[in-house]
């Protein structure tokens, strides 16, 4: 791969403990583990200031949700955006942080050895409460697939959705603005009841709407998500009064919703939007 499309990563990370058990969300299965505590700080290359801030805030938010579910966490790493998204964005399935305080830390700089030159280092600092729902062992599965790791600008996305019992089910997009929106169900589709043990795809091929792909405005490549989250059918969930139609949620905000609905089992599928050369 050409070195314009790829993005390298050097971040340490710094964990201090400060877990303090909680109250479910209201009669939610699960718990509240708030304070929690994490530093990440990560050198870029190839990536313009925000993306960089961006990419060193969800690896602290990782970070957390880790320290919350019991997960031991490497230290330190050189990674390609590909691993970004798989090792960070996939980590907000184990536990929602649904509250966030934010500090930036003054700039640092990494430097691999003298015979190199120093690169700015952004450095954060997060305190979270994170909820770790409560999984039943046998239950509602999930899976799901996209029908590419990487698009380029103007490509059209579809997802693959399978669940082993009739469940509900609900698409939102984590963009590489910090933010989540819901995708399905939509005025066009607002049926969103499941078959099971069948592949349901989306956009299928007579939706009015269509996935198609493009980074933010001035960015070259970019790193999101799709998170596919299923719920029991006769569950009522109301989903378009508590995620609004193409109105993006901050993400603790957004988080804080999703847990009060406590779903029943959740996927996330990372894939990185690039640019025309």
């Known amino acids: 791969m050409a070195l314009s499309l790829r993005t390298m990563l050097i971040f340490a990370l710094f964990i201090t403990p400060a877990i303090t058990y909680g109250q479910g969300l209201g009669d939610r299965p699960g718990d509240i583990r708030q304070g929690i505590r994490a530093e990440a700080a990560c ?83 997060i305190t979270a409460d994170v909820y770790c729902p409560e999984r039943k062992p046998q239950g509602l599965r999930l899976r799901a697939r996209l029908n590419a790791p990487v698009f380029r600008k103007g490509e059209k996305a579809s997802i693959a959705v399978q669940a082993n019992q009739e469940a509900r089910v609900a698409i939102f997009n984590i963009t590489a603005d910090d933010q989540v929106v819901l995708l399905f169900p939509n005025a066009h589709a607002p049926e969103h009841l499941l078959p099971a043990g069948r ?74 939007v690039v640019g025309t050369p």
Request: glycine letters at 4%; hydrophobic letters at 45%.
């Open 43 to 125: 050198a870029i290359a190839g990536m313009s200031a925000e993306q960089a801030q961006l990419t060193a805030l969800q690896r602290a938010r990782a970070a957390a949700i880790e320290q919350a579910a019991g997960v031991s966490v490497t230290s330190a790493s050189l990674v390609t955006n590909a691993t970004l998204t798989g090792d960070f964005i996939k980590t907000y399935a184990r536990g929602y942080i649904v509250r966030e305080k934010v500090e930036w830390l003054p700039l640092g700089q990494y430097q691999k050895d003298a015979s190199t030159a120093p690169i700015p280092e952004y450095r954060v600092r």
């Open 199 to 272: 592949d349901v795809i989306f956009p299928d091929k007579d939706a009015k709407v269509e996935l198609e792909m493009e980074p933010l405005p001035g960015h070259q490549r970019d790193a999101e998500a799709f998170l596919i989250c299923a719920w029991d059918r006769d569950q009522a969930i109301r989903i378009l009064e508590r995620f609004p139609e193409g109105k993006p949620l901050a993400f603790a905000a957004f988080f804080a919703r999703l847990a009060e609905t406590a779903p029943e089992a959740e996927t996330i599928l990372p894939y990185e």
